[in-house]
Structures are given as structure tokens and as C-alpha cells.
């Protein structure tokens, strides 16, 4: 972290630009949640019950999966989130298998711990077609490895956890292959019979519409995934025994059910989290006021621009500087191309979740890494510009008396433009596509849409991010295409 | 001492050797050409004297002191310059590659107009000439264009490295007309680097004749030419080459 101090500078430099300066005398709680219905609903279900309460609420919904809402909450971006025990251990801290005490003792070493329960267990379980199930007589785990010829097909995050398939097929000696498939699709591709078992979450609401039976775990190979808001310790303790009231108010079919109502019924998170804190009496909230949907794309676009134009302003004012001085030194030139190229290649994701202990959640973050990805288009096509100006014409310049600099910005500059502007409009257009991303820092933008259109498998959300962020990108090329026009003479353009 | 020479002067590109041992003196005012066969190193002889090429062994002098290889820009500025193919800028219109150096050097635009006027008359361009890109200009133009460049600032020394060796026979005619026009209005030390005999003769009132990186002749046209038949220029040149005859 220390080996980056410029990237704190850069950062503390943004956050002024970008306002966001001490805060309000009463701090408010920050609510994080991850990117499945069940987190937007015990998140907004906590936020609406503090508020009720009279607690001021900061909600950050969407943190895109476990480790960017764990490091949001321990460099203290967030306050809390709706967190599972089985996750923490075998994800987080990679330690299955280890009791609740040895549990809330590590997270007390990160400065977390745990609230509630809430009342449910939210298990990795094995979901078969019901009418299979049925003629077979398969009811568990263990009777699969009777028919070898069975279609498994699982979601990448349980194909690949430690605590998976792998583990699961050894722990039941299961002969069958498995295929990755997107989790929202599985359950329709086993009611049309193109696959037979995926794997499901205890609680998901999807279960209510097909015809799907939960196989026993007869081995006990699942770990307890029980739910919890995971806190930071320094959240006040006010706050802390108010959400004691919340503990064991939601037991499993409940949970389905409150989640069968966002991800099929169409209602927002909002509304449920209201009609069930009214139904509990627990509190009598309204949900909030959604805003329209031109509002939110309007909203949205705004922010995207934002955080794109920001990150290419801050990208050229480093790449151009960069390379016009390591124009002269091609060996530090090549090793500067490999570095942003090394960069480049980190997926954007990825990217993200390394900078958030270094600048938290937001949109410094995604501002930050949108900067990284603007670096090599631009320091590499200036520096092709350069180096692709004729000698003979850079011969001439000395040879007439005009100093390096001038020569670099009357003769070399002027002519790798073309090249040059080509770079920024490279590095503007893959910005504009990656800030969707920035969603899952909680930097908002047309990403927003799209992750929630993808989570609650809503083709109208998915386009409401991505048409616009479609336009943006043809605006772009547009405008470059009107800066060329005007800034280089006709016969010179690419 | 004329304001541009050369004292004892080597220089070789790895194991072959450009130039060996070279004095000269160029006569202010004169134009002289540099002339012989293609490697006898006449252009690596022109390149020295504004720095581009840098000796390994004695010094060029100009205007009385050697050159600073430090600081080379203002030399250089008192040193008109011209290249085969005009090299021009393609960015700039042709006024604005006129006028490129005035313009560094912070001339009032009045300045600027004023001289832009009189090379456009000695040089016959035309005002809508000016505003046009070197691509937009024939090859007579450009050269043209690139010359009066080269003389913008008043230079005392004007090096010309073949600037017309891309020119068809009937445009260099006209254009060598124009170069005498030129000198005779502002006469300046000229070095002129041509392997056309030719060429030379029409427009040299000094010549080096140069061949595999030593001088074989460096007289004036008038010495050079005292006996000799001056009807073939090619023939005479070859002539030349052929006695073994020491710098003069």
C-alpha cells in the first residue's frame, strides 16, 4: 500500500474536485449489498428500519460480489452488509470448517463482527427436476451417483469455489461432468430438460416457479450458510442494538417468498422491504419514490460522463506528458508501453477490487481505474506518432536552428496529432464501456441498470444501461471525429 | 578569414571513412558548389557545418569562432538551409513554413509581412501561393518555397544540399534563375551540394570537387576552367576526377 503513495495524492486530489468533503454533523449509517436479490433485500430492509427509527441511511447497493463489499467494509467505505457465515469462512477467510467462535474471533482481528442472525440458513443445496425426481425416487445427494448419464450444470462461482463442485462430486463420489452456466438461466434450461441438476441457493425464490426439488445433504458436505449483517466494530452501538431487533424476524420460507416477490413479481426491493416491516410490525415505512425512468437515465448518463471524462482529462494530462518525454528514449519508451500494457491486462473487475483498500469505495475508484485503462492507448499511439514523423523533415528542423522543444511542438507534435487524437478517442470509447463496471464499486452510471436488469433478469433494465451507454460511445467517435476537423488540416488526416 | 571553413577535418562512420583531413576555406558572397560522384562524401561535408555531423577530428568554423556543439540552435540560425525534396512541412501552409523562424525569433508581424513581401518578389511566388499546403504547390513552387525559407531570417550562410536534384530540366532552369536572383540581391556564402556538372557551372562561382571523401580540385570557376573545354560539362567533370591533383 505504501509503495503507491502517488495514487493517495492523485486520489485526495480528486475527492476535492469532486466534493467530497467532510460530512454532515449526524454520520449515517452506510448499508452495502451485494448483487443478488436476497442482499438488495435484507440491505434495503435494514436501511428502511434504521431510518424508520430515525437514523440517517447511506445506501451503496450493488457491490459487485463478496471480496469488493468485504474490503468496502474494512477499509470502512461501508458500515455493514448482509453477509453469510458459510461465505466469510470458506471465501473470505479460507478457513472451512471452522467453529462460530473461531469465527467472530478473526473477524474481530479485521475489526468486523456479526449482528442478528437474521433467522434463515441460505445453503448451497442441489436442485433437481421435480418430475425426475419423482420417477427416479432421487430425494438425496448421495442417490445421484447412481445415474452417471444425468446433465449437471452449475453456476462458474460454484464450479470454481473450493468448497464446490469439486469438493462435492469427491465428498459423494460422483461420477458426472459439470458445464458452466449463468445461474439466472439454469433453472429454465432443467424445466425445458436440457439439464438435469444446477445448484441453488435454499432460499431463492425462483424454486416457487419451477418444479424443483432440494436434495437432502445427507453427507452434512454443505457448511452452515447463515445469515447475518456483518459490521464494522466502531459502528455506534446505538445503531448496533436497534438492528437487535431484527434478529430471527425472517425464517426461510419467508425469505423465499419476500425474494420470489422482487425477482418474478416485478416489485422493487424497496416495496417488499416495506410491505415486510409493515407486516412484522416492525416499523411502518413507505417505500421510497422511485424516481422515472428518463430521470434515472438522465441520472445515470450524467454520472457516466463524469466519471469518464474525468478519468481521460487526468489519462491525457499524464499519457501526453509521458510520452513526449520518453519519445527521446526508446528503450524507456518500450518499457513504459509494456508497464500500461501489463496494466491493460488485469480484468477490469479485478482492477477495481485491488484499489479499494487503497481508496475505498466510490467514484475515486472507478475513476482511478478508468484513468489506468486510458494510459496505454494514449501513451502508445503518441508515442507511434512520433516516431513515425519523417527524418528527413526532423533533420530539416534542426538543421534550421529550431531547439528540441520547439521542434517537438511546432514540427513532431503537429504532425503525429492524427495518431495521437486517434489514441484518445480509443481510450474515450473503452472507458465508456468499462465505466459499467463501476457499478459494482458503487460509483453509479449507466452500469446500474445493467447489473440490476442482469441480477433481476430484466431485458427492459439491461437496455436502459446499455442503449445509452451505446450513444455515448457513437457520440464520442463523433466528437472526435469534429475536434479532427478542426484542429488538423484535411490532407493530414487519417 | 572568410566566415565559414573547415580546419583539418575527419570523419568516418564505423570502419569507412566520409571524410579525411579536410581545409577548406568558402569564399563570402560566392556561391561555391560541392560536387562529384555519389559517396564522395559532399553531403556529410554539408552536414558538418551546421552540426548535424559532428567531426572526430578537427574543427569547423563559423563566423569566427568554432562551433559550439552545445548550443548549436543560434549558429544555426545564421545558416539558411535547404534539402533535396524541399522537406517542408506538411502541416504548414507554405507562408507559415516562410515564416516559421521569424516567428520563434519573436518579429513583429510587421516585420514579417515586410520580408515576406520581398522574398515573394525576388522568388516570384504568388499571395495565393502563400496560403496553400507544400502538397497543393508543384515542384517548381516548392522549391521555390523552400529557398526563401531558408533566407527568411537574412542568413549570412545559405547550405543548400542538392535542393533541386528532384526537379525536371526545364523547372530547374527557371529555378536556378531564381537562385541567381536571389544571391545577387542578398549575396550570402553560399554551399551549394550538387552532382550535377551542369548545375554547377551555371550557378558556382567557386568549385569543390570531391571524390571517395578527399578534395581533388577546390578552385574558382575561371582557374578551374583555364584550358579546359567547358562545352560537355559531364566530360569535363569526369576529366577532373581523373587528374590527381591536389587541394589548391
Known amino acids: ?272 422491504a416495506s410491505d415486510f416491516l409493515r407486516d412484522s410490525a416492525l416499523a411502518n415505512t413507505a417505500p421510497r419514490v422511485a424516481p422515472t425512468r428518463t430521470e434515472r437515465i438522465l441520472g445515470n448518463t450524467a454520472v457516466h460522463l463524469k466519471l469518464t471524462g474525468i478519468a481521460l482529462l487526468l489519462g491525457c494530462a499524464v499519457a501526453i506528458p509521458l510520452a513526449l518525454l520518453l519519445a527521446r528514449f526508446q528503450r524507456a519508451a518500450r518499457a513504459l508501453l509494456y508497464l500500461a500494457g501489463l496494466i491493460q491486462t488485469i480484468p477490469a473487475l479485478a482492477l477495481l477490487a485491488l484499489m479499494i483498500p487503497l481508496v475505498g469505495l466510490g467514484e475515486l475508484t472507478a475513476i482511478l481505474a478508468l484513468f489506468l485503462y486510458s494510459l496505454l492507448p494514449i501513451v502508445r499511439n503518441t508515442l507511434t506518432g512520433l516516431f513515425n514523423v519523417d527524418p528527413l523533415l526532423k533533420q530539416v528542423a534542426t538543421g534550421m536552428g529550431l531547439t528540441p522543444t520547439q521542434q517537438l511542438l511546432r514540427v513532431e507534435l503537429p504532425l503525429a496529432m492524427p495518431t495521437l487524437l486517434a489514441g484518445i478517442k480509443t481510450a474515450a470509447i473503452i472507458s465508456i464501456g468499462t465505466a459499467t463496471l463501476a457499478a459494482f464499486v458503487g460509483a453509479g452510471g449507466l452500469g446500474e441498470p445493467i447489473i440490476s436488469g442482469l441480477n433481476l433478469n430484466d431485458h427492459g433494465l439491461i437496455l436502459e444501461g446499455a442503449i445509452p451507454a451505446a450513444l455515448l460511445a457513437i457520440a464520442a467517435e463523433l466528437l472526435f471525429e469534429l475536434i479532427e476537423r478542426a484542429t488538423i488540416p484535411a490532407h493530414l488526416r487519417n | 578569414m572568410s566566415s565559414l571553413s573547415l580546419q583539418s577535418v575527419s570523419k568516418s562512420y564505423g570502419h569507412t571513412t566520409a571524410l579525411e583531413d579536410l581545409t577548406l576555406e568558402f569564399p563570402d558572397g560566392r556561391i561555391t558548389a560541392i560536387i562529384g560522384p555519389s559517396g564522395c562524401g559532399k553531403s556529410t561535408l554539408l552536414k558538418l557545418c551546421n552540426g548535424l555531423v559532428r567531426p572526430d577530428q578537427g574543427e569547423v568554423w563559423a563566423f569566427a569562432e568554432p562551433l559550439d556543439y552545445r548550443e548549436l540552435a543560434p549558429v544555426r540560425r545564421r545558416m539558411g538551409y535547404a534539402v533535396q525534396g524541399t522537406g517542408l512541412f506538411p502541416h504548414l501552409t507554405a507562408r507559415d513554413n516562410i515564416s516559421l523562424l521569424a516567428t520563434l525569433e519573436g518579429w513583429e508581424s510587421a516585420a514579417i509581412e515586410q520580408r515576406l513581401t520581398e522574398l515573394m518578389s525576388l522568388a516570384q511566388l504568388k499571395a495565393d501561393e502563400l496560403q496553400r499546403y507544400p502538397h497543393q504547390l508543384s515542384g517548381g513552387q516548392q522549391q521555390r518555397v523552400g529557398l526563401c525559407r531558408a533566407m527568411m531570417l537574412r542568413p549570412a550562410i545559405l547550405l543548400l544540399d542538392e535542393p533541386f536534384a528532384a526537379i525536371d530540366p526545364i523547372t530547374r532552369i527557371d529555378i536556378h534563375e531564381q537562385l541567381l536572383v536571389l544571391h545577387r540581391a542578398e549575396p550570402t556564402t553560399a554551399l551549394l551540394v550538387t552532382h550535377d556538372m551542369r548545375e554547377a557551372l551555371r550557378l558556382a562561382d567557386h568549385l569543390v570537387i570531391m571524390d571517395r571523401g578527399r578534395v581533388m580540385h577546390s578552385a574558382s570557376k575561371e582557374e578551374l576552367l583555364a584550358g579546359m573545354d567547358a562545352e560537355d560539362p559531364d566530360r569535363l567533370l569526369h576529366t577532373l576526377l581523373a587528374q590527381q591533383e591536389t587541394c589548391s
Not at chain 1, 480528486?14 to 449509517?29: S, Y
Not at chain 1, 440458513?121 to 432421487?138: D, K, T, V
Open chain 1, 1 to 272: 500500500m505504501a509503495s503507491l503513495p502517488w495514487l493517495r495524492v492523485v486520489g485526495l486530489l480528486l475527492a476535492l474536485c469532486l466534493g467530497n468533503g467532510p460530512v454532515a454533523a449526524i454520520e449515517p449509517v452506510r448499508v452495502g449489498s451485494k448483487t443478488f436479490t436476497e442482499s438488495y433485500l435484507l440491505a434495503e430492509i435494514t436501511a428502511q428500519f434504521l431510518e424508520s427509527r430515525g437514523i440517517p441511511v447511506e445506501r451503496q447497493a450493488g457491490l459487485g460480489g463478496t471480496l469488493i463489499a468485504y474490503e468496502a467494509l474494512r477499509k470502512g467505505s461501508i458500515d455493514l452488509y448482509p453477509e453469510y457465515t458459510g461465505t466469510l469462512s470458506q471465501a473470505v477467510l479460507q478457513q472451512p470448517g471452522i467453529s462460530r467462535s473461531q469465527l467472530d474471533a478473526a473477524l474481530q482481528q479485521q475489526g468486523l463482527r456479526l449482528l442478528l442472525p437474521w433467522g434463515f440458513n441460505n445453503s448451497y443445496a442441489m436442485a433437481i427436476n421435480g418430475a425426475l425426481a419423482r420417477s427416479e425416487n432421487i430425494s438425496r445427494v448421495s442417490d445421484l451417483a447412481r445415474y452417471p448419464a444425468l446433465d449437471f450444470g452449475f453456476s462458474h462461482e460454484f464450479l470454481n469455489r473450493s468448497d464446490g463442485w469439486g469438493a462435492l462430486s469427491a465428498a459423494y463420489q460422483l461420477p458426472q461432468q459439470a458445464v458452466g452456466i449463468e445461474h439466472a438461466l439454469a433453472y429454465a434450461a432443467i424445466a425445458s430438460g436440457h439439464l438435469d441438476v444446477t445448484d441453488a441457493y435454499s432460499t431463492d425464490g425462483e424454486l416457487q416457479v419451477h418444479d424443483l426439488v432440494l436434495l437432502r445433504d445427507d453427507r452434512a458436505f454443505f457448511p452452515g450458510y447463515e445469515a447475518f449483517l456483518l459490521a464494522r466494530n466502531d459502528l455506534p452501538v446505538a445503531v448496533a442494538e436497534t438492528l437487535q431487533l431484527l434478529a430471527q424476524r425472517i425464517d426461510a420460507p419467508t425469505m423465499r417468498a419476500l425474494n420470489y416477490r422482487v425477482s418474478h413479481s416485478g416489485e422493487t426491493p424497496s416495496a417488499v
